[in-house]
């Protein structure tokens, strides 16, 4: 059971925070409607990181005695110290420009895709319908993403440069996201072939982006079992800052 | 308590509507997937969500509660399988929508026509996509290539 809530708990991290960073664009796109596809996408990914919290609040709550202060969406998301936060390191990096934005909301999209048709055949059935459900979305995100990577790889020389340097930012980040942690041991996902998969769709988006598939690189872990980046911290503490000045406030 | 009639239910949850497009109601959209009336007086909604993130949500399941404020034991559930789609909004609901403004849902999910989606002010067919991501979650942006109005395209889910 606790496996399990710590795989819900790295599903539903890794979509709230690069739902916050995407956020950050609120108000500042390069043009109106890009603006508003980004924040879109932050829309959903938070509405996905919501089923996932609430999922994993019902289990710690069955899974505790009575519990003093039951656990709730909310706490999960405002109340957990960084250490407790299980998500990947790539959407906890700073936003950066445009073209790094567009590459790793591409990056993470890819793997949602591939990862989530794995998980809507679950056994789980309640972990099935939230990954089914959120597949529908992620079709989108992948789509518009994967339309800017190839719209800047193979654009400008400006954009090009900043798409191979947006790539060498990020790329290194990206193993750790098929490095089972501990509590995936009994998942029931394939990471190797959820990785050959990735590669391989990857691999035709950055050619027809005019982009190079970088080298076998040394790939920063850490993140799922709660060791993160010095971003990390930064962006906790603006995302937590209302419960953890006023707690319990509400709107 | 007395065991409630579910065509009554029924009946007043036709009087929902969604907050964010007030002409079509829950059932237009497919959002209420049962009603359940217990001998025991109690009452089930069963509602799906249309998008995870959509706002709109909570306040649909409050307002149902609200709709049915003189009946006891409501309790209004969220299920999300089978996934939402487009597929279960009504033909009724496709025509508010279209005379509202809002170009309705055409084709099969996930799909977003590049061009030829229907202005829902002049009706002509020469329109071209805008972007993806319009004013809600729900919407697509086009803008018709005649009357140049840009309008709003209800996307397939």
Request: aromatic share 10%; charged share 20%.
């Amino acid at each position: 059971m606790q496996q399990l809530i710590n795989s819900l708990l790295h599903l539903a991290d890794n979509n709230l925070i690069l739902s916050q960073r995407n956020s950050e664009w609120c108000g500042h796109g390069p043009v109106l409607e890009q603006d508003i596809a980004i924040t879109n996408i932050s829309l959903d990914l938070l509405g996905q990181a919501r089923n996932w919290y609430q999922y994993a609040a019902t289990l710690i709550n069955q899974s505790t005695s009575q519990p003093i202060n039951p656990a709730t969406e909310d706490s999960l998301a405002y109340l957990r110290t960084e250490r407790e936060f299980k998500n990947c390191l790539l959407v906890e990096l700073p936003k950066g420009d445009w073209g790094q934005t567009v590459l790793r909301q591409y990056l993470y999209s890819q793997f949602q895709h591939v990862l989530y048709e794995q998980l809507q055949h679950h056994g789980d059935a309640q972990l099935a319908a939230i990954a089914a459900k959120a597949l529908k979305e992620i079709t989108y995100h992948l789509r518009w993403s994967s339309e800017w990577v190839v719209r800047l790889g193979d654009g400008t020389d400006e954009s090009h440069e900043r798409m191979l340097q947006a790539l060498e930012a990020l790329w290194c980040y990206t193993g750790e996201m098929f490095m089972p942690a501990e509590y995936e041991t009994n998942l029931g996902v394939d990471f190797n072939a959820l990785q050959h998969n990735w590669n391989q769709k990857v691999a035709a988006v950055l050619a027809e982006a005019t982009l190079p598939m970088p080298e076998k690189v040394f790939m920063h872990s850490g993140g799922k079992s709660g060791i993160h980046t010095e971003h990390m911290g930064f962006l906790l503490a603006e995302m937590q800052y209302l419960q953890r000045t006023y707690p319990g406030n509400e709107w | 308590m007395q065991q409630v009639n579910a065509d009554t239910i029924w009946q007043i949850l036709e009087t929902v509507t969604d907050p964010e497009i007030p002409v079509l109601t829950i059932q237009d959209l497919g959002i209420v997937r049962a009603v359940d009336c217990a001998e025991d007086g109690s009452i089930t909604i069963t509602i799906t969500p249309t998008y995870t993130g959509c706002p709109a949500m909570d306040m649909i399941a409050m307002n149902i509660r609200l709709a049915l404020a003189a009946y006891k034991n409501v309790t209004v559930k969220s299920v999300l399988s089978p996934a939402w789609t487009t597929d279960w909004m009504t033909e009724t609901g496709k025509a508010k929508l279209q005379q509202y403004g809002i170009a309705p849902p055409k084709g099969s999910a996930g799909h977003i026509p590049q061009d030829g989606v229907e202005c829902p002010q002049c009706h002509s067919t020469y329109t071209k996509l805008l972007s993806e991501f319009g004013s809600t979650a729900c919407k697509a942006l086009y803008q018709c290539q005649d009357c140049k109005e840009p309008f709003d395209y209800f996307k397939c889910h």
